[in-house]
């Protein structure tokens, strides 16, 4: 039962434009919510994060919005650049039990 | 502050064989995690360990296991390697305060 799911698995955007990455989660008792982005070759790099009693958390191009009632984040990025492309992580825990994490979408900016 | 680091970087071991990876956390990160990456399927957690102990556990066979050390230092071990077992090996290290996980560059394991 995957509890985080990201269905798109690639996602196309011209530089300049705003990329959407979403996210659905099934546990409603998950309580906060990361996002990662991977390079080919590289770990995962932290990006943003929010807690489950925030609905936005802003960080310079980089917004995440939760909606509690909806199980549904999503990863804004405004504006998008090629140094964006790579593939992105939605990642959600509850109290101290280990991130789960969705199986990624790939961004592709194209310039 | 120096980030995780994970030794060696890329592994080629025949089946039935067995293997051990390294991780080194950020200083004064006492948590690690271990991840296992396969094409299409995200990030699978193998376990954790906090202070030595393992804290959680994946649901994996008991041939994959770990170990921390007094230094933090943590090794996570494969036995009898199956062709399944080929994947990108992760592991993150965390702060006691605060979710983010810090994540080293992964040993990519390739058993033939």
């Known amino acids: 039962d995957q509890q985080v799911k990201q269905n798109s698995p690639s996602l196309s955007v011209q530089e300049g434009r705003i990329s959407i990455l979403n996210c659905d989660y099934t546990?409603?008792?998950?309580?906060?919510f990361l996002w990662y982005k991977k390079y080919p070759a590289e770990g995962p790099t932290f990006l943003i994060s929010?807690?489950?009693?925030?609905d936005k958390n802003e960080d310079g191009r980089f917004t995440v919005f939760l909606n509690k009632s909806a199980k549904h984040l999503s990863l804004h990025i405004v504006p998008s650049q090629p140094g964006d492309s790579a593939v992105y992580f939605c990642?959600?825990?509850?109290?101290?039990?280990?991130?789960?994490f969705g199986k990624g979408t790939r961004l592709s900016v194209i310039a | 502050k120096a980030g995780v680091t994970q030794t060696p970087r890329y592994l080629i071991k025949t089946r039935g064989q067995q293997v051990t990876l390294s991780c080194s956390p950020i200083?004064?990160?006492?948590?690690v995690s271990w991840y296992q990456q396969t094409p299409g399927q995200g990030l699978q957690f193998l376990f954790e360990?906090?202070?030595?102990?393992?804290?959680n556990k994946g649901n994996f066979p008991g041939r994959f296991s770990g170990r921390q050390f007094s230094n933090s230092r943590s090794e996570m071990n494969v036995s009898t390697l199956e062709l399944g077992d080929s994947a990108l090996y992760l592991c993150?290290?965390?702060?006691?305060?605060?979710?983010?996980?810090?994540f080293g560059p992964g040993t990519r394991l390739t058993v033939t």
């Open positions: 993150a290290s965390k702060a006691l305060q605060g979710y983010e996980q810090y």
């Open positions: 546990n409603s008792m998950f309580d906060y």
């Open positions: 929010i807690s489950s009693i925030k």
């Open positions: 990642a959600a825990r509850r109290g101290n039990t280990p991130l789960v």
């Open positions: 200083s004064g990160h006492r948590s």
């Open positions: 360990y906090f202070s030595e102990t393992q804290r």
